[in-house]
């Protein structure tokens, strides 16, 4: 009873966070803001799954979200390159 509360507790609290991010990620003023929440709502998207492979007692449901999580890492290290490029032909 208490373990059900508690994964639909979690699910409304990341749905709601995940709200909050989408409105930083179309208000950002800067790029970095951007990409910033473009990884957090991947982070997000991973807690997703993992509550709902709890929720529904399926765990292949996790293959997703590790791609997803190793996809992100990728993209946020590819932006980190980007901007240390950037960076070093404005000097």
Same mark, same amino acid.
């Given at each position: 009873?208490? $373990?059900?509360?508690?994964?639909? +507790? @979690?699910?409304?609290?990341? %749905? +709601?966070?995940?709200?909050?991010? &989408?409105?930083?990620?179309?208000? %950002?003023?800067?790029?970095? #803001?951007?990409?910033? *929440?473009? #990884?957090?709502?991947? @982070?997000?998207?991973?807690?997703? =799954?993992?509550?709902?492979?709890?929720?529904?007692?399926?765990?292949?449901? &996790? #293959? *997703?979200? &590790? =791609?997803?999580? $190793?996809?992100?890492? !990728? /993209?946020?290290? /590819?932006?980190?390159?980007? !901007?240390? &490029?950037?960076?070093?032909? #404005?000097?």
């Amino acid at each position: 009873m208490f $373990f059900e509360f508690a994964v639909n +507790f @979690s699910l409304a609290i990341t %749905g +709601f966070s995940m709200f909050l991010v &989408l409105i930083r990620l179309v208000m %950002g003023p800067h790029t970095a #803001d951007r990409v910033v *929440a473009v #990884d957090l709502t991947t @982070s997000i998207a991973i807690a997703f =799954i993992a509550l709902y492979a709890i929720k529904s007692n399926e765990t292949y449901v &996790l #293959d *997703a979200g &590790l =791609i997803l999580g $190793f996809v992100s890492f !990728l /993209g946020t290290v /590819g932006y980190a390159y980007y !901007l240390q &490029l950037r960076s070093k032909r #404005d000097e």
